[in-house]
């Protein structure tokens, strides 16, 4: 016997039981699926909220910061209210007010060395949405080393860049340190706090990132697996660069250096 | 029709679209290949609706009756 769909679902995910690439079979695969997102921010913010109203069934957010007033311009979970609470716990009311289906798992916590097994060791796909580079090598060596498929999104000015990591398949997909091997010296990269972000940015990434999560869980498709994603937001192209597999990645190359979790130095509190 | 054995039936009576499709679609994901299943429609636009996004799924639409004022059956069989 297949799953039971009540009434209110029955409406609620129509537009996706028609799809013939989704059907019943697939929602009742959203609804089955477990998605991390990390940072509860601008891309977390949009990729989040469309997970929950696919009816992704389990869905961790990990954010250890409050929500502030400058967040507003772009993190669309949180709101004016909410300025002092804690991301996770925003973000959580306002996905259970979205969608009762979803159970939402709030981690109010910085990620590190200790914690970042533990908590994605139980999903199926990771979404990074942060803002840092110590906490995106952690999350990429995590993932590799789980063999967790990692969607992960960046944002700048007017720019946003997007690829996915499928660590189910080793052998094949580029990983994150073969794009970059090492964290850049504190100071080179400028954060969004120096150096700005036009908001819709976040909203666009982080929708992509959803949206490669949802063909994932439905496997369908094509994940954008070996390819990076530049947007830019001004003239309003994408443009798609081709990533190989790098022989000297110091994680996923011929001779591995990294073989276990690495916390870089944080050079500045930074705010998702 | 008399000849066409029915495997499921699903009345639909008070139904609308797209939920007459959406609710046929979901019984027919859980029947076998080869098995028929007949609808009950009293929404008149589904009466085309239903079999028209059945044929786009693959499957075979074997009849459209008026079986009384304002009721419609489909019978479709599970191709795909």
């Known amino acids: 016997m297949s799953f039971q769909f009540t009434e209110e679902q029955i409406k609620r995910y129509s537009r996706h039981i028609i ?7 697939g929602q009742e695969k959203l609804l089955k699926s477990k998605v991390l997102v990390v940072g509860a921010g601008g891309l977390g913010s949009p990729s989040l909220y469309y997970l929950a109203a696919a ?35 925003s973000a959580k009311m306002t996905l259970e007010a979205l969608n009762p289906d979803v159970k939402v798992v709030a981690y109010n916590q910085r ?12 999903y199926d796909i990771v979404l990074d949405g ?63 706090q120096e150096a700005g972000l036009l908001g819709v940015v976040g909203g666009i990434m982080g929708t992509l990132q959803a949206n490669e999560a949802l063909k ?5 498709g ?5 390819k990076l994603l530049v ?12 990533l190989r597999k790098d022989k000297k990645c110091p994680l996923c190359g011929e001779n591995p250096t990294v073989k276990e979790l690495i916390e870089y130095d944080q050079s500045c509190d930074v705010h998702f | 029709m008399a000849d066409i054995k029915v495997d499921r039936e699903l009345d639909l009576k008070g139904e609308v679209c797209p939920f007459t499709f959406v609710k046929s679609k979901l019984i027919m994901e859980q029947m076998d290949k080869g098995q028929v299943l007949r609808v009950i429609l ?16 693959g499957q075979e639409v074997l009849e459209v009756n008026q079986i009384g004022e304002n009721l419609w059956e489909v019978i479709v069989r599970k191709v795909r």
């Open chain 1, 130 to 192: 942060s803002d840092n580079f110590p906490t995106r090598f952690l999350v990429n060596d995590a993932c590799y080393f789980l063999g967790k498929p990692l969607v992960s999104a960046a944002i700048l000015r007017f720019e946003g860049q997007l690829t996915t990591f499928d660590y189910r398949n080793k052998e094949e997909s580029p990983c994150y340190r073969c794009l970059f091997p090492e964290p850049p010296p504190p100071g080179l990269v400028p954060s969004c």
């Open chain 1, 216 to 220: 994932l869980i439905l496997d369908i």
């Open chain 1, 231 to 242: 947007f830019d937001a001004l003239t309003t192209e994408f443009n798609i660069v081709k």
């Open chain 1, 55 to 89: 009816g992704v069934g389990t869905i961790g957010i990990v954010d250890f910061d409050v929500v502030d007033f400058s967040n507003l311009q772009r993190q669309i979970l949180h709101n004016t209210e909410r300025v002092g609470v804690p991301k996770v716990e």
């Open chain 1, 19 to 25: 799809l013939p690439e989704v059907g019943g079979k």
């Open chain 2, 42 to 57: 009293d929404y008149k636009p589904s009466v085309e609706n239903v079999p028209k996004s059945m044929r786009e799924e």
């Open chain 1, 222 to 226: 094509e994940p954008l697996v070996g």
């Open chain 1, 111 to 122: 990620l590190h060395k200790g914690n970042v097994l533990d908590i994605i060791k139980d």
